[in-house]
């Protein structure tokens, strides 16, 4: 079993970053209401890697602040996309 320690400076670092990428992807998605973005596309937009930005775009869809589409495309939640 691995333990790991909460306080680690490098944890706590690593999340701070996720948690910055997450209220940049949620900003922009909020600012450019008509925004549509695969996780490649997400992945060039704010320079980070596709699984980071896959569970990112996720915990926004899980928390109903965005949508998915049955190909991947990630955008706000609307009658289209929610259809689609």
């Known amino acids: 079993m691995v333990v790991t320690n909460c306080d680690d400076p490098r944890m706590s ?21 008509d ?3 695969t996780v ?6 704010f320079s980070a890697d596709e699984l980071t930005c896959e569970a990112v775009l996720d915990a926004l869809v899980d928390a109903a602040v965005l949508g998915r589409t ?15």
């Open 35 to 37: 925004l549509k973005l």
């Open 13 to 33: 670092a690593h999340r701070r970053r996720i948690e910055d990428l997450l209220v940049r992807i949620e900003r922009e998605f909020l600012e450019d209401p």
């Open 70 to 84: 049955s190909d991947r495309v990630y955008g706000r939640l609307s009658r289209h996309l929610m259809a689609a």
């Open 40 to 45: 490649s596309e997400a992945g060039r937009r």
